[in-house]
């Protein structure tokens, strides 16, 4: 029984997806455990790029079961059209993928709700996808969330989005001056998902439990980072799940001693896409140059990304919160863009030193970056497929981030596309 486990060691868009899309090679099963459809992960096929957003990234892999655990929140509509843009590109899903019926539903009261709780904030706003992810995971916590399940069960449904109506409505009509949600709209609407989802509704902890009893490969690919945290994060700007390790027992029902191999994945430097603090974050040409040579565009959002050079103390700490087991570096061969290369070592807070990323928001808002700086290398090293073809400098510096971590690396991207890696064996 192998699980492995990929996350995100940063503020999210670090690669997950072609990291899942390398391991998934070998995996008999793929499923997502958090987050929803404020996600966007990026495969690439030769000519063909794939993002998606709610399915797992396996998905592009023939005959992989994929899998969209409890923890997940679902959009129907936007499941919907993945599956059609999918299926229209020659992809198989329907017979392919598999929908927790404990997953709660994400409904346009909730993306309606995160815009409002945006625009409320002002500038304290923490610069959400807007896709509803918020309210739908307080929902759940609440007690008050329409799950997948209850599409299936008409009287159930009603009253439940009668009853998460009654303060919802209050809320848009008494403080936001809007129409009401009605329950006959709701009700119809999400009946009308009925016929897609009725497939494919699953218990999928149970279906991957039962596959790693089995001794098949599960490969559970995070969403988000570990840096967006609802708990370990950097709150309040954040997201509503747990991305980091525990989420993914949590929220794909599968028991900690299953987790074999814990990928954490980072860029060779950092992008954020929305606000909160980013100790590394440049504003200078050279952070402009990154931002070009690396398309740090959002893939759901299409927001440029904030770019900055790789924290150390983030990434050190997101290790051993997740006790990753091997680490993937992506995106080096952006790097040749600049001539010379800054990695964080250390914070200045309020004129202490310190090399622990803090725990208090107060130090972080205030820490100012430390940096070793080495050598650049400007070759292209889109083409290298071994340690030893990449320049002496870059080296340098990926051995420099593996001795720091402390975990053997599993894979160095130098490149979007699928062959465009260094795979190192990861072991049985
Ligand atoms: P995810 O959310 O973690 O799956 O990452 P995203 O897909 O949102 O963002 C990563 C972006 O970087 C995508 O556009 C990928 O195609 C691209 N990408 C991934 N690995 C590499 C790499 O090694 N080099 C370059 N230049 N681009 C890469
Ligand atoms: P992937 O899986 C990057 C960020 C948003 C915002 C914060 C809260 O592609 O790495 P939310 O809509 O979740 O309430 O927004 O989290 N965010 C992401 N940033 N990649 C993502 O996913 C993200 N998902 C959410 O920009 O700052
Ligand atoms: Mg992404």
Redesign the pocket.
Known sequence: MTATVVL?LAW?????????DALAADAGYVGRYSGGNN??????VGDE?F?VHLIP?GIVREGVICTIGNGVVVNPQVLEQEVEALEKRGVEVRSRLKVDGRAHLILPYHIRLDSHREKALGKAKIGTTNRGIGPAYEDKVSRVGIRVQDIFDEGILRTKLKAALREKNAIFEGIYGEEPFEVEELASYLLSFRDLLSPMVDDTGARLRRALDRGEQVLLE????TLLDNDHGTYPFVTSSNPSIGGACVGAGIPPRYLDRIVG?T?AYTTRVGDGPFPTELFDETGDRIRE????Y???TGRPRRVGWLDLLAIKFSARLNGITHLAI?????LSAVEEVKICVGYEVEGRSTDEFPMSQTDLHHARPVYKTLPGWQEDI?GCRMRGDLPEAAQEFVGFVEAEVGVPLCM??????RE??IVEKIGA
């Open positions: 995100g999210g868009d670090e690669g997950k997806g072609r990291v899942c996600a966007g992960h990026t495969v690439r790029e993002k990234s995070g969403a988000q980072a994945v860029k040579a690396g398309n740090e959002g893939t759901t992506t995106l080096l061969d952006v889109t160095i991207s130098v490149g979007p596309e465009q890696a």
